[in-house]
């Protein structure tokens, strides 16, 4: 019964969000942040069918391995946070791999000073490297941590992808008074950055909106690459009854942004081709 609910509560907001003009949505004036998009690894020759639903057979992509890191009013909020564990190192061809936490140094941030980190989902590439912070507050979906410390895996659930290891992680985080609970869609976390769900690329993803003249949505993986908003393709969902609301939230993620070119995909490269980028980290605002 209370999965009948969740679909028909996304169901109702596929069709709401693609009826819905694209109007920019306005919010409060919050801290001068910077945005920028660091990049720890590469994996190449990635099929891009995995990517984008209904992508040509045979097509592959070098895709970028990224966290983004968010600055101002005193905050260093790292959205996402990679992976560390060598099991994925081996599991994956990886080339160009930087520990995420000595990759945020070289944009001047040491791991014990940044202040909060936003997760984005519970893959082994986002949530990976949560024990990487030691001072930071972790702020994930209360359903996110619900599904995926408990039901996902007793019989029926669905974990794949995410690394046990990380679960236990994110408990300890929770035990040590850490974590943080973000609790449904459009929520402010800090002043000035805002988190959005809907996309369902897991069982409860969020992605991120960052106040400011020129507002950025920070997608994650809810939107992969650029040519899943060109083209209107879904990118991976958790399941077969969310790809109409995976391309919903791509359109509100436009509308949040106030335009395409400021929404920033999960594993595009090309971010630090749009945005002035020196080595590894690209500035995007």
Not at 42 to 56: D, H, N
Not at 203 to 224: E, W
């Amino acid at each position: 019964m209370k999965r009948s609910r969740r679909v028909l509560a996304v169901a109702a907001l596929a069709v709401a969000w693609l009826a819905a003009p694209l109007v920019p949505i306005a919010g409060p004036a919050g801290p001068e942040y910077t945005i920028e998009a660091i990049r720890y690894a590469t994996i190449p020759g990635f099929p891009l069918e995995g990517l984008m639903m209904g992508a040509p057979k045979g097509e592959t992509i070098d895709i970028a391995m990224v966290v983004w890191l968010v600055r101002g009013g005193g905050r260093a909020v790292l959205f996402d946070t990679g992976f560390h564990r060598e099991k994925w190192l081996k599991e994956f061809t990886v080339t160009d791999y930087l520990r995420p936490d000595e990759a945020v140094a070289l944009a001047g941030v040491k791991p014990g000073d940044v202040t909060d980190v936003v997760v984005s989902h519970a893959h082994w590439d986002h949530m990976g490297g949560i024990d990487l912070f030691p001072a930071a507050r972790v702020w994930i979906q209360k359903e996110e941590y619900a599904y995926y410390t408990g039901e996902a895996w007793q019989a029926g659930g669905r974990h794949g992808g995410v690394d046990p290891e990380d679960v236990a992680a994110l408990v300890g985080i929770n035990t040590a008074g850490r974590l943080r609970f973000v609790n449904g869609d459009n929520v402010e976390i800090v002043p000035g950055i805002r988190a959005y769900t809907g996309a369902r690329h897991t069982y409860a993803s969020q992605y991120l909106r960052i106040d400011g003249p020129q507002p950025f949505v920070l997608a994650s993986d809810n939107c992969y690459l650029d040519r899943n908003l060109r083209e209107r393709k879904a990118s991976a969902t958790f399941g077969d009854d969310d790809r109409e609301a995976n391309l919903a939230a791509q359109k509100r993620m436009i509308a949040l942004a106030g335009s395409a070119d400021r929404v920033v995909p999960g594993h595009d490269p090309r971010q630090f081709e749009r945005f002035p980028a020196k080595g590894r980290v690209a500035r995007i605002r």
